[in-house]
């Protein structure tokens, strides 16, 4: 199973202006800085696809790519970014809440948290949404390649204790910079949108 189609299809500030066609949504979403961008272009094989950024934070909109013809891989944008201005916080939650509101957008949630720590309090608010919104959503730790072989199990475990994840879902060990879980998350995708 391969993507083997990735193009943009279009960025969106507000939530009037997100695709409302046939095609699924699956929303990517983590903090910033978390390799979100990384792990976009990783899984498309397009470098250039999502914007690694250099300033983390500074990407405010929704970015909708459309995938194998098929669906549409949606990076929202990433939290948690201390130097951001109260009114750009304010404006990112009126286009997450637009955005998890709406039941006809969302098949499934990808949250990418990092491996190496403990996830943070915004985490474990979008861990909440997600479950509020009833929709579906698999957990990524990615970063893993930073970890030792000793460090890998209790630093999922504490992932999984934080976010209080069930024995249902599914936590994805991850490295968007070594490669590593690609083919299961890919699995994942296509199994959950079809193409
Ligand atoms: P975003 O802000 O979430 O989109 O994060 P970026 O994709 O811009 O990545 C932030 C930084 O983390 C960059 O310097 C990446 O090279 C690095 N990075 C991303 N994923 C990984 C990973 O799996 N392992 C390691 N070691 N570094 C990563």
């Given at each position: 199973m391969q993507i083997t189609k990735a193009e943009f299809k279009c960025s969106s500030e507000r939530?009037?202006?997100?695709?409302?066609d046939d095609l699924k949504d699956i929303a990517f979403i983590g903090r910033s800085n978390v390799g979100k961008s990384s792990l976009i272009n990783m899984l498309t094989a397009r470098t250039g696809l999502a914007k690694v950024s250099g300033t983390p934070g500074k990407?405010?909109?929704i970015n909708h790519f459309r995938i194998n013809d098929a669906w549409y891989l949606v990076d929202l944008p990433?939290?948690?970014?201390?130097?951001?201005?109260?009114?750009?916080?304010?404006?990112?939650?009126?286009?997450?809440?637009?955005?998890?509101a709406d039941p006809e957008l969302m098949t499934l949630g990808v949250m990418i948290v990092d491996a190496r720590h403990k996830p943070t309090a915004d985490d474990c608010?979008?861990?909440?949404?997600?479950?509020?919104?009833?929709?579906?959503?698999?957990?990524?730790a990615n970063k893993l390649d930073k970890l030792k072989?000793?460090?890998?199990?209790?630093?999922l475990q504490l992932v999984r204790e934080t976010l209080e994840l069930t024995e249902?879902?599914?936590?994805?060990?991850?490295?968007?910079?070594?490669?590593?879980?690609?083919?299961?998350?890919?699995?994942?995708?296509?199994?959950?949108?079809g193409g």
């Open positions: 939530i009037s202006q997100v695709p409302k990407t405010r909109l990433g939290y948690g970014y201390a130097r951001v201005s109260k009114g750009e916080r304010d404006r990112w939650g009126r286009l997450m809440e637009g955005y998890f608010t979008m861990a909440q949404w997600y479950r509020d919104a009833g929709c579906p959503f698999v957990v990524v072989k000793s460090q890998v199990e209790p630093a249902a879902d599914i936590l994805l060990p991850f490295s968007a910079e070594k490669g590593m879980g690609k083919e299961d998350l890919i699995r994942l995708l296509v199994q959950t949108c």
